[in-house]
């Protein structure tokens, strides 16, 4: 079955460090994928996607991803983060339907 | 446009009561998603409507479960008798075409049985 692994489960980060957090996916076919994220008490909305195309994928905020086929990753990374970033973070690919990694709580501190 | 729309935002009730929940989808968007949120299991797709029609309910996690969408603008999740296990977030999305395009999620309900 396909599944979807995040295997940071909480990061902890001081404000202007670096980021990159793990997604890989079980899925021989032609794959569609996001980065969705939580902040606290809000509801999920979508970071970035890649249907196709350049493998790096910019989002909004400063985050971008990359598709590495070879690796069935699609890491996400943010080269300086902020204290507003403190979220939680989910992987999601889609087959026939979306699935979701378990997420990632990345903490900020100013 | 508002967005998603989910009701109640929390919901309290005590084990073997009925739990509706209930779902206004962005207008124009042919897909209704239903998800539960857990910190065990993560977010998992429960059942998934397309223009009404339940397509896929196989995350649904037994008979006491049941969603409906009596027409595009309103959906409702059931759960009947409710049990402590049951307690989760519950998140509705509709997308405009489908697995594809992007997901719009409500506020979703938080659900404690107690």
């Known amino acids: 079955a396909q599944s979807v692994s995040q295997h940071n489960h909480h990061v902890i980060l001081s404000e202007a460090a670096s980021l990159e957090l793990g997604c890989n996916y079980s899925?021989?076919?032609?794959?569609?994928l996001f980065w969705y994220v939580q902040y606290p008490g809000q509801h999920l909305q979508l970071l970035l996607k890649?249907?196709?195309?350049?493998?790096l994928v910019k989002g909004i905020k400063g985050f971008e991803a990359e598709f590495i086929k070879s690796k069935f990753s699609f890491n996400l990374r943010k080269p300086s983060v902020q204290w507003s970033d403190t979220a939680e973070y989910f992987c999601a690919v889609n087959t026939d339907k979306l699935i979701f990694g378990t997420g990632t709580r990345l903490q900020v501190f100013p | 446009d508002a967005g998603v729309i989910q009701s109640p935002r929390h919901e309290v009730t005590e084990m073997g009561q009925e739990v509706t929940l209930r779902c206004k989808p962005i207008?124009?968007?042919?897909?209704l998603f239903w998800y539960r949120q857990t910190m065990m299991r993560g977010l998992e797709l429960l059942i998934y409507?397309?223009?009404?029609?339940?397509?896929?309910d196989s995350g649904m996690p037994e008979d006491r479960f049941s969603a409906k969408m009596p027409n595009a603008s309103f959906s409702t999740l059931k759960i009947q008798p409710s049990e402590p296990r049951d307690s989760a977030v519950y998140f509705c999305?509709?997308?405009?075409?489908?697995?594809?395009?992007?997901?719009?999620f409500g506020p979703g309900t938080r659900l404690t049985v107690t």
């Open positions: 409507f397309n223009n009404n029609v339940p397509i896929d």
């Open positions: 899925y021989g076919g032609t794959v569609n």
């Open positions: 890649y249907f196709s195309g350049d493998p």
């Open positions: 207008s124009g968007h042919d897909y």
């Open positions: 999305a509709s997308s405009r075409q489908g697995w594809n395009y992007e997901q719009y």
